[in-house]
């Protein structure tokens, strides 16, 4: 009864919107990761709104299983995919980012001889000698 009205649910949704099955489940996935670090407040770079996007998938799948009596791998796998690739970059890509900017800055200083901080000073037309005249005027 549940599986039924549920998938009844989702079948209305694709109708409705005219999209394919794999769109909805990429829009989906971005809904729920978005829909999630709202609600716990946590970063998208942590692993918890991306938790949620991969419960919310199995729980789809679980009830397409239920509704159609057994499991469709090739569907429910390409399913998996289209919902989580997105979120996955998302989340990977905000938690590696203070990593990468470290780096950055550490190669900057490098190359330079110049600290990161000194460098955002030149890029912006202060020289770091001239600095404190300008402050005091």
């Not at 729980?59 to 399913?79: A, C, I, K």
Request: aromatic residues 8%; hydrophobic residues 45%.
């Amino acid at each position: 009864m549940i599986p039924a009205t549920y998938h009844r649910f989702i079948d209305w949704i694709g109708d409705g919107t005219g999209l394919p099955d794999t769109i909805l489940h990429i829009h989906a996935g971005l809904a729920v990761l978005m829909a999630a670090r709202l609600l716990t407040r946590r970063s998208l770079g942590s692993f918890v709104p991306l938790s949620l996007v991969a419960l919310a998938e199995a729980f789809n799948e679980v009830m397409d299983r239920l509704n159609f009596g057994s499991w469709r791998w090739d569907d429910t796998l390409s399913d998996i995919a289209n919902t989580l690739f997105w979120p996955t970059v998302i989340c990977l890509g905000i938690r590696l980012r203070p990593m990468l900017l470290s780096r950055d800055a550490a190669r900057v200083k490098n190359d330079t001889g110049i600290a990161a901080d000194q460098t955002v000073e030149a890029r912006a037309g202060i020289e770091p000698a001239c600095k404190d005249l300008q402050s005091s005027a």
